[in-house]
């Protein structure tokens, strides 16, 4: 063999060979081949195949493992609603400032402006977008912006079972629920509860809530580009608010604004050509949330209390919200009350350095005689000032407006005198002051205002309720009899309240309780015909686990349509000749009637036109006690009765509350004013004490007119007690507490 061969047989040899035999260099080479060997591309795809593998099996495990959870206790936190009665918000109550809408009250486009910039596979995917996840986190890792891919499903998850922790913990189990979600529930319903449980900003939780805190509309009033700028604040609302943004927070804000525009494009959602026609919409001035400030407080007192009353509610359960409640306030009338008072009353008081000034409370409520609908109330000057609402308050005596409860009695029951005549308008009585009654069980003789003599003595009963003559109304209660006229009461609204003096006739002038809601009631029955009418402040109530249906307002026939329509005819006069001649305007045809309590501890004036019951009351009450005090020296005056403040605020009131309204006249067709009668009696000392020492006052023709309706009567004082008349009686010599104090005359 020569070189040559011998050379190729070695190549061959050499070739031959197995790698990684030998030594030096091509062994270490070969070393390095057999690592490489171990870790192929094979076996580094099955490791990872194994590995996701092995991890969807622990997310199946962990998805038989982990159940849907009860909704967190925010969730399902909200707001109760109230609403004045043309729909406009007056205020929020509730731990969260948030109120559950369906979703068929969201705009279809607002709907898919927020899946376009949140989720646009939304209605295709299983609740978990893993690629959007993926995207997410390229984009966190590479400094393009916040962590994404969430899914509306998993948003929704993490607001309403879960929390806002950033852990793999929690993170974990938002994707598993999310998957458990989908499959149980309809995407729509999924849609409801993300826009119902997310935050906005400006304390705002859920698209309702927010729809009013930037654009101030329902949230089915929401337009297209408001609701893209809703769905753009939501992924950082505080940075995102164009009230408050900075140059950056409004750049991106607005990138967001247009990105919700144009994905719905994308999707075919949103023609092109209307697209360019869009304009980002400035929201409103954040504002602080409706709150209990001024009247709202007592409306809001008053409505939870109607609530409670008529669905037999826990006051828990309707603290926990979800409440969406209309009231029939009327925003226009309770603002025009709200100024009467102000300025009839506050605005005269000087509540710092005149401590009668600071005694003084005002309550009123105002009625739609023909509906039952309050619409209006006032409780005072603020739950900080006084915690209880005047209009409601039931410690106080209605005085001598409850008289005319004693002449509806007496004509419903057909009564008579203790001679044997008919009550009517045009009945006879002894108006002497003083006058023991007769008749009754109970010994009674109360003292007419100033000891006041009227009639000389016999006057009609017109003219007895147009002055307020006690003494003649303390007989006609015993000639009814007193429990006749409890009946009557009960019957018109009043309500059965311990001390109610039932069977004492000195329950003729009010010396039971009542507040400004339950008497505005009463007047409202006999301003509609007799028909029974129950004031309620609720027009509707929404709950979406309850059903609610405000009682009937305007029921049957309390009283007879002739007594009811007699009892105007009569309490007209009061306001053209009586005590109620402050309120008298050629603006409307008025009816009503003044009261003043014990003491001039209260003074109530309660009037009506065919348009409006208002009943309007003072109370005297020491500050930060219950203790009731005399209203007298109010504003640096005299004897604050029913005829001055509370006329004067109806007054103010009526007028503003009625303007540009075609006001009618009453229709009292029915009206029975019964024959004139003439005297039968003559009175002696021992029925008339000052009588026969009294002299008689002339009376002008005007006052001997025999219209009963525009009659007065004739007043002469008792020698055996004449007061200065320009001088206020002294609150510390009170007279007997089982009768009531005269009325004011103006």
Do not use: C
Request: no cysteine; hydrophobic share 35%; proline share 7%.
């Amino acid at each position: 063999m020569g070189r040559a061969e011998a050379r190729k047989a070695q190549q061959r040899s050499a070739r031959r060979a197995p790698r990684g035999s030998g030594t030096g260099k091509k062994g270490r080479a070969g070393k390095r081949t057999g690592i490489r060997r171990f870790f192929t591309w094979k076996k580094i795809l099955g490791t990872l195949f194994g590995l996701i593998l092995l991890g969807m099996g622990a997310l199946v495990a962990l998805y038989f493992y982990v159940d849907e959870p009860d909704p967190n206790a925010d969730a399902l936190k909200q707001s109760n609603v109230y609403k004045y009665a043309d729909g406009s918000i007056m205020a929020r109550d509730g731990a969260m400032n948030r109120e559950i809408v369906p979703i068929s009250r969201v705009p279809k486009d607002v709907k898919t402006g927020f899946i376009a910039i949140e989720n646009k596979s939304f209605y295709e995917d299983k609740g978990v977008d893993f690629l959007g996840i993926g995207r997410g986190l390229f984009n966190t890792v590479t400094g393009k912006g916040k962590a994404g891919g969430s899914t509306i499903t998993q948003q929704y998850v993490k607001n309403f079972y879960l929390n806002q922790d950033q852990t793999a913990t929690r993170k974990l189990k938002e994707l598993v629920i999310s998957l458990k979600v989908d499959r149980r529930m309809e995407k729509d319903d999924i849609l409801e509860g993300y826009l119902n449980t997310s935050y906005f900003g400006r304390g705002a939780y859920g698209i309702q809530a927010a729809a009013q805190a930037y654009y101030g509309v329902d949230v089915d009033k929401l337009t297209l580009e408001q609701g893209a700028y809703l769905a753009a604040v939501l992924q950082a609302p505080s940075d995102y608010d164009l009230a408050t943004a900075g140059p950056n927070g409004t750049r991106l804000v607005k990138i967001r604004f247009n990105g919700v525009l144009d994905n719905m494009v994308e999707m075919k959602a949103l023609d092109p050509e209307k697209r360019k026609q869009l304009q980002l919409q400035m929201p409103i001035k954040p504002k602080a949330a409706p709150g209990m400030e001024g009247q709202k407080g007592y409306l809001k007192q008053a409505v939870d209390a109607e609530l409670r009353r008529q669905t037999k509610m826990t006051t828990q359960e309707l603290q926990a919200g979800g409440w969406e409640i209309t009231l029939n306030i009327d925003p226009k009338k309770q603002a025009a009350l709200e100024k009467a008072v102000q300025d009839e009353l506050e605005a005269k008081l000087d509540r710092k350095d005149r401590a009668v000034d600071a005694s003084v409370q005002a309550g009123a409520t105002s009625v739609d005689p023909k509906t039952g609908a309050v619409v209006a109330m006032y409780g005072g000057t603020g739950l900080s000032d006084h915690w209880a609402s005047n209009a409601l308050r039931q410690d106080f005596q209605p005085g001598s407006t409850f008289k005319p409860v004693v002449l509806a009695s007496a004509l419903e029951n057909k009564s008579k005198t203790h001679d044997k005549k008919p009550i009517t308008p045009n009945a006879l009585y002894d108006g002497t002051s003083k006058r023991p009654v007769v008749g009754s069980d109970t010994p009674f003789a109360p003292q007419n205002q100033d000891n006041t003599n009227y009639g000389d003595p016999f006057l009609t009963v017109q003219a007895a309720t147009n002055s307020s003559v006690n003494s003649v109304y303390a007989q006609m209660i015993v000639d009814v009899g007193p429990s006749k006229v409890k009946t009557t009461a009960l019957e018109l609204g009043m309500k059965d309240r311990d001390g109610w003096p039932a069977d004492k006739p000195a329950m003729s002038l009010g010396t039971m309780s009542a507040n400004t809601l339950e008497m505005a009631g009463v007047y409202a029955t006999f301003d509609n015909h007799g028909k029974k009418v129950t004031p309620t402040l609720i027009k509707s109530a929404k709950h979406a686990a309850r059903e609610f249906k405000p009682v009937e307002s305007v029921g049957g026939q309390a009283i007879s349509r002739p007594t009811a329509d007699t009892v105007t005819k009569v309490l007209t006069g009061v306001v053209q000749d009586g005590s109620g001649k402050a309120v008298k305007s050629s603006a409307y045809e008025a009816a009503g009637k003044t009261g003043t309590t014990e003491s001039n501890v209260a003074a109530w004036f309660t009037a009506y036109t065919p348009e409006l019951v208002t009943v309007v009351a003072m109370f005297g009450e020491e500050p930060g006690t219950a203790k009731q005090v005399t209203l007298t020296g109010t504003a640096g005056g005299g004897r604050a009765g029913g005829s001055s403040f509370p006329a004067e605020i109806w007054k103010a009131y009526t007028l503003a509350a009625l303007k540009g309204v075609d006001t009618a006249e009453f229709d009292l067709s029915e009206a029975d004013m019964g024959p004139s009668q003439a005297p039968t009696r003559s009175t002696s000392p021992s029925s008339s004490p000052s009588a026969s020492t009294s002299p008689s006052t002339p009376v002008s023709p005007s006052q001997s007119s025999p219209d009963p309706g525009k009659s007065s009567p004739n007043p002469t004082k008792s020698t055996t007690k004449s007061p200065d008349p320009t001088k206020s009686p002294d609150p510390t010599k009170s007279p007997d507490p089982t009768k009531s104090p005269p009325i004011t005359l103006p």
